[in-house]
């Protein structure tokens, strides 16, 4: 089973991206530049002397929500919306300041709002980001009752000088750093698994060692503790936000046309769900990777000589490291080995 199968094609919504940069190339072209990268940068020097650039990021939590009606975890997913922004804005080298929701609702819930909310301030409370407001809406017709969708915004500011990606070299180091799972993406292939195998998520799976349930909704890792403090080492050159494409599809964001990186398959531990999923789904190994984290939530490029400081930094703010691969020369891409 592949993820075209479940109705996501991941070659439109790319050659949709090409179609909106080509189009703002001609309108605005000064900030063309921006289509394509994890968050998008306004330099405030356009408005005062200032060297800083304002960054800004918009993601969702896909159909993550359904899964969030199935399991009664809303906390969760609204805790996953503010993560996935500021982890996106974090790797083009910005300090987050500021986020805003948008929940739509085909009918309005408190309680179901009340625990979205309560998950959006834990991440922004840890990651000392302000809420400054939002929209709910209602909207009977378009959505069904218990169906909803969970939108976020985040604004965060950077000096130019620290704007990742760096100049990369062949040689540098690549480290993925663990995943918690899932994160938010790929539960349209995960749904249509699960009822084309007519699968109980509230039944515990030996190889799990818990419920299919459990193992689904594990909070999307915020990486703003690990990434704050190698960041402010300066021991960064890039980083990669494994979300939408995988691996390949997002680190391949930070590359020039003359560089490669090689990531070797298997220099990293993944959560069992993800075999799970394969051999459940019976799913080409091609889509696990161009689907799934599989279990790498970030990518950091580093010197090599500066391998040994991140490992421990990384260790230290309580997250697994892996050595996972290099830059070489080559054309652009991401390529496993």
């Known amino acids: 089973m592949k993820y075209k199968d479940a109705g996501v094609n991941i070659e439109a919504a790319s050659k949709a991206v090409d179609v909106i940069k080509m189009l703002l190339s001609k309108h605005q072209p000064k900030h063309a530049k921006n289509i394509g990268k994890f968050a998008g940068g306004y330099p405030l020097g356009k408005i005062t002397d200032s060297d800083f650039v304002l960054s800004a990021s918009v993601d969702g939590v896909g159909t993550k929500t359904k899964m969030a009606v199935a399991t009664n975890t809303y906390e969760v997913v609204g805790y996953d919306i503010v993560a996935h922004c ?160 995988g691996i390949q599809g997002n680190l391949n964001r930070v590359l020039t046309p003359d560089l490669n990186a090689v990531i070797k398959k298997g220099s990293w531990r993944y959560p069992p769900l993800f075999d799970f999923i394969q051999q459940h789904g019976n799913v080409p190994e091609d889509d696990m990777y161009s689907t799934f984290n599989m279990g790498l939530g970030m990518i950091i490029v580093v010197r090599e000589t500066d391998v040994e400081a991140n490992m421990k930094n990384i260790i230290n703010t309580h997250y697994k490291p892996y050595l996972v691969g290099k830059i070489t020369s080559g054309n652009g891409e991401v390529i496993l080995e």
């Open 86 to 245: 500021i982890n996106d804005l974090m790797v083009q080298g910005g300090t987050p300041l500021f986020f805003m929701d948008y929940i739509a609702m085909g009918t309005l819930s408190i309680s179901v709002l009340k625990q979205l909310f309560k998950g959006m301030l834990k991440c922004a409370d840890e990651s000392n980001v302000a809420i400054i407001g939002g929209e709910t809406a209602e909207m009977p017709g378009i959505y069904k009752d218990n169906d909803f969708d969970l939108v976020g915004f985040i604004v965060g500011i950077c000096k130019q000088k620290n704007a990742f990606p760096r100049r990369l070299k062949i040689g540098d180091a690549i480290i993925g750093i663990n995943s918690s799972g899932l994160h938010t993406n790929g539960f349209s292939l995960i749904r249509k698994i699960i009822h084309e195998c007519n699968l109980d998520i509230n039944f515990r799976e030996t190889a799990l060692k818990n419920t299919l349930a459990h193992a689904l909704m594990q909070p999307h890792l915020c990486y703003y503790r690990v990434l704050r403090t190698l960041i402010k080492k300066n021991l960064l050159q890039a980083a990669a936000h494994i979300t939408g494409g």
